[in-house]
């Protein structure tokens, strides 16, 4: 190919890749790539640098910006401590309880999973050491050096496993727990046709009965929302592509690859696809629920406005109304987060799959 110099170094080029985890090997003699036998289209290294790549954006905003994070965080405390104090603390009242049962049914679980997860990554290393996809492999030929690159190599994995798996599960445990507190809010900011003694009130009857409440807190949650969006909303479009590409990424794998590689790897693709879609999957369907909430609570001031004797505070609410929006998850102008929003999810995977399936097969 072009000239002999060319096909000399793009072969280097090549079999330094190859040990990296390429998947295609150069032919010189005729100058044409062939596929290694036994290696999927897309490698195990991909799959894992998708993985990885989006557990390190989930948790970049943390690392990055701690001043945000920390002014977010005491304005979410100081409100919550609020509705606690003036909603929440009453006789009879039942929020507290449903809030601590399902925030610990959530968090409990998923700690467990993840303090474990860095080791059992890691002990993949142990397992393994020459797979392809670790750096100290390029050394496999000189003994002394690979083993002076793994002294140095496995600590540094070990240890950037266990940053990421921390800061993880601060995230589990504050996102339940921002969605456990907005979401019956909404519920209780809802008015309904109900009596007040067959409903049930997780909050004080005085929420709903004086609009000054209620537009105290609703404009609360939507300046908290905001703020969440300007800290952490240019990360949604960009968890949506990072894990959509490791959902093609493994199911082609699977699919297409699927007897030529080992049953250990086609494991490790199913299981990392899985809880990384599931994941994305379970985060856009509550945020997808806040916002359909919100819409709803919405429309109920405009219906059920009748509840409010005075006729001031009917027009009042009716102006107040009209300044709100729905609240919702995703970035200004570009992303919003809806009760559909986990159908199209779906529905790109399957089509880009779909289609991957058909091209890679018609270029066979």
Known sequence: MFTDLFSQEFSKTIKTANRLGFSLI???????HKCMPNSP?????????????????????????????????NGMFLLSVKIHD???????????????????????????LM???????????LITPFHPMYIPTIFSNYPALFNLAYFFYAPAMLYSHAIVASYSIILIQTFPGLL??????????????KPR??????????????????????????????????????????MQIILGQLALA????????????????????????AVAVLFWVAMMTCAGKIQKSSKECLISWRVNRDQWESKEDRRYMSKFRKSCK??????????????????????????????TLLTLKEEE
Request: proline share 5%.
């Open 86 to 112: 003036t909603y929440w603390n009453f006789t009879g009242s039942t929020a507290v309880s449903t809030y601590n049962r399902n925030w610990l049914l959530i968090t409990r679980p998923a700690k467990l």
């Open 26 to 32: 150069w032919d010189k003699t005729n100058g044409r």
């Open 41 to 73: 289209h897309f490698n195990l290294l991909l799959v894992i640098w998708y993985a990885w790549m989006g557990m390190c954006v989930g948790v970049y905003t943390l690392a990055d910006r701690p001043k945000e994070v920390a002014r977010y965080w």
């Open 250 to 273: 493994t199911g082609y794998v699977l699919i297409a690859e699927g007897r030529k590689i080992k049953l250990a790897t086609r494991m490790t693709f199913l299981t990392c696809d």
């Open 180 to 193: 456990l507190f907005i979401f019956p809010l909404l519920q209780e900011l809802t008015l309904s046709k």
């Open 326 to 355: 729905p609240l919702y998850f995703g970035l200004d102008g570009f992303m919003t987060v809806t009760h559909k929003s986990v159908l199209k999810f779906v529905q790109g995977i399957i089509r880009g799959l779909f289609r």
């Open 197 to 238: 003694e067959v409903r049930k009130f997780k909050c004080s009857p005085e929420l709903v009965s004086h609009p000054k409440h209620l537009v105290h807190v609703y404009r609360s949650l939507q300046l908290a929302m905001r703020e969440l969006r300007l800290l952490l909303g240019i990360y949604f479009p960009i």
């Open 115 to 125: 303090y474990p997860l860095p080791f059992l990554i890691w002990c993949q290393i």
